[in-house]
């Protein structure tokens, strides 16, 4: 079975530019968490989607945007790009959402996309 | 005070010693726990889930101390392959995960 796909693997963009990265979960699961990730630091969480609504949200501003479609297959935009949203984004699936009944689940990573903000 | 913390290391090992990681969190409303490894400028592989009960997977043994909010990673009879990063991550049931920024291990022959 395929794992976790993500695109496009690299990205550079200017600031001030927007973006859009994709990811298709695992078959079978329902649930995408987005991450962002520095050199140095664990990743830091952006949005869970579980059945096409958002079920949780990190510390991020509100240029930074996902949705989730039918297929499960998820986007993550973010406007307005700075220097720093220069990382490595990450996208990862569960077969279940985290929530009040679903207290365990584990999440499988995609590759991730490598964006530079330039 | 970060929600998650680890002692960064790193830890430099000789192959087949034990080796101990652990990982506080302060979110005592926390309700999942898991450990991940991360190879360099590659994606978190998970590792094992930690359970109440103390879990264990061959060389890897995991433990869950609510009392003291803190979970550990112990590894037995090192292995080269062992070098890595081990990042613990904390979920809430609010949708939230956290994870720490890791600790580094070098298993050297």
């Known amino acids: 079975d395929a794992g976790v796909t993500q695109s496009p693997t690299h990205l550079i963009k200017t600031r001030g530019q927007h973006v859009t990265l994709r990811c298709s979960p695992i078959?079978?699961?329902?649930?995408v968490s987005w991450y962002q990730q520095v050199l140095g630091q664990g990743p830091q969480f952006i949005f869970q989607?579980?059945?096409?609504?958002?079920?949780g949200r990190g510390n991020f501003p509100d240029r930074f945007s996902a949705r989730q479609f039918p297929n499960y297959s998820s986007e993550l935009n973010v406007n307005a790009l700075l220097l720093g949203d220069s990382a490595l984004y990450l996208c990862?699936?569960?077969?279940?959402?985290?929530?009040?009944?679903?207290?365990?689940?584990?999440?499988?990573f995609g590759p991730g996309t490598r964006l530079t903000v330039t | 005070r970060k929600e998650v913390e680890q002692d960064p290391g790193p830890f430099n090992v000789p192959e087949g010693a034990t080796v101990a990681f652990n990982c506080t969190y302060s979110n005592s409303a926390s309700q999942s726990f898991f450990w991940y490894r991360q190879d360099c400028r590659k994606e978190p592989k998970l590792l094992m889930s930690v359970y109440s009960s103390g879990n264990e997977d061959g060389r890897f043994t995991a433990q869950l101390n609510r009392a003291s909010q803190y979970i550990s990673l112990l590894i037995r009879d090192s292995k080269l392959s062992d070098s890595a990063t081990y990042l613990c991550?904390?979920?809430?049931?609010?949708?939230?995960?956290?994870f720490g920024d890791g600790t580094t291990l070098t298993v050297k022959p």
């Open positions: 991550v904390v979920n809430t049931n609010a949708g939230k995960s956290t």
């Open positions: 078959s079978g699961h329902k649930s």
């Open positions: 990862a699936s569960s077969l279940e959402g985290q929530g009040r009944s679903h207290p365990n689940y584990e999440q499988y």
């Open positions: 989607y579980y059945e096409k609504e958002e079920r």
